[in-house]
């Protein structure tokens, strides 16, 4: 017999007569409550849905009673409770959990940022640019659950291709690794989250190294087009980021008592990777000079801020902040330099092990981490670190030109012995301007 809908009462029921098989008699009022008509008996049911993201994920029946030991009313009581409980995802005879998938996207961006990123000393810079990704490239999402990318990866998959349509391919690709990291450390702590990351769906834009460094013979003119800028602290700035292969973040926030005149280094307390990556770069001739030259310019140029910064700048933290120039006026800045720097050391044939030392790279292999990198500053990679200066400031071209030989040589570095150990000398140098 096809099943019937009408309105449930203890009289309607009475009145059902048992058929060949079973047959179901659908209450017309209330969705999913039904009475199942057998030969012996009649049984009050219920029977609901659990949907999910526009995805159904279950359908349960509860058998809640005989007709004869309960009342309609009874029953339909309780056929509520029964499609209550499974409209919330909890299955027939489990007992009551929290909400599978409840953490949202931006609480598992604020766990990732607080109890991962911060606590672990990881590089404002680098904190900055994954909340950026969250914040503004996933800023729909951040109240959703993040269990809905989880059960539903095409989501990502199409949040890729939009961003690599609107931002570019390296921008998406980047975006997808920040989500990726959130989403697997939101999983240690949250098991019902899918164990699948979503951002394994996507196909990655292929990205190329970019090649912007310049060899030896480019610096010249390079140096030319530095020399004409303006701004003679910023000129400065670009030149030490040049000689220094340092990322041009680091060297921004280096303070006055970073730099150690006698040990000629400077100190970079917190790079890309966090406090645990600290480490201190051998100054050469030529760099010792360039820093000689922005102190005493950050001083006439930003006399308050210049007590503390190499780069002052009248700015809100009191130094150097966006490093950008026209390309027509500086056609090599930033990265590009960091670039240079890694190409001339190989033309200056310093060894790769060195480089790496140098630049701050992981070393590669397992017999580099016996290496003392501290050992090897004050004398074998400063004597590197001169040997690439030279190629820069010394090349037969510059040579050539009076004013820029003028402009590298100025300030005046003294060698003296005074303080120093017995048989080393020591350099010092005036930061008065």
């Given amino acids: ?79 509520k409770d029964a499609l209550g409980s499974i409209a ?68 990502v998959v199409e949040r890729h291709d939009k961003i690599t349509q609107e931002n570019g391919p390296y921008i998406a690709n980047g975006a997808m690794r920040s989500l990726r990291a959130v989403y697997n450390h939101a999983r240690r702590s949250n098991t019902d989250l899918p164990a699948a990351n979503p951002v394994s769906a996507i196909d990655w834009n292929k990205e190329h190294r970019r090649n912007t460094g310049m060899g030896p013979n480019d610096i010249s003119g390079w140096l030319k087009e530095l020399y004409a800028l303006d701004n003679p602290l910023r000129r400065e700035f670009h030149l030490l980021t040049l000689l220094s ?92 330099l960091r670039q240079s720097y890694r190409t001339l050391a190989q033309a200056a044939g310093v060894s790769e092990l060195d480089i790496h030392l140098l630049m ?8 580099a981490g016996y290496i003392t990198r501290d050992r090897l500053l004050r004398d074998h990679l400063r004597q590197q670190q001169q040997r690439i200066s030279e190629l820069v400031v010394h090349s037969l071209e510059v040579k050539r030109d009076p004013p820029l030989v003028r402009w590298l040589g100025s300030a005046k570095v003294e060698e003296t012995a005074d303080q120093a150990e017995p048989g080393v000398r020591s350099e010092t140098m005036s930061m008065a301007a």
Wanted: aromatic share 8%; glycine share 10%; hydrophobic share 35%.
């Fill in 88 to 155: 919330k995802g909890q299955r027939p005879g489990e007992a009551p959990t929290i909400k599978p998938g409840s953490i949202t996207l931006r609480q598992a961006w604020e766990r990732y940022r607080d109890a991962h990123m911060k606590r672990k000393g990881r590089n404002s810079g680098t904190i900055e640019n994954y909340r950026d990704h969250m914040e503004r490239l996933f800023k729909d999402w951040l109240d959703n659950p993040l269990a809905r990318l989880g059960r539903q990866p095409i989501l």
């Fill in 245 to 336: 292969g340092s990322r041009p973040t680091a060297l921004k926030k280096v303070r006055i008592e970073h730099i150690d005149l006698r040990g000629r280094l400077i100190h970079i307390p917190k790079p890309k990777g966090g406090e645990e990556k600290a480490f201190d770069i051998p100054l050469s001739r030529p760099m010792f000079r360039c820093i000689i030259r922005a102190v005493r310019w950050g001083r006439i140029m930003f006399s308050e801020q210049g007590k503390s910064w190499l780069f002052p700048a009248d700015s809100e933290p009191g130094h150097l902040v966006e490093h950008k120039e026209e390309r027509d006026v500086l056609s090599k800045w930033g990265n590009d």
């Fill in 1 to 79: 017999m096809a099943d019937q809908r009408k309105i449930l009462t203890d009289r309607s029921i009475a009145r059902l007569c048992a058929g060949e098989k079973q047959y179901k008699v659908r209450d017309s009022e209330l969705p999913g409550f039904f009475v199942l008509v057998g030969k012996r008996r009649k049984t009050f049911m219920a029977q609901g849905e659990f949907w999910r993201d526009g995805v159904r994920e279950f359908t349960a029946q509860v058998k809640l009673g005989d007709f004869g030991e309960m009342t309609t009313r009874q029953a339909r009581g309780k056929a």
């Fill in 360 to 367: 701050n790279h992981s070393l590669p292999g397992v017999n």
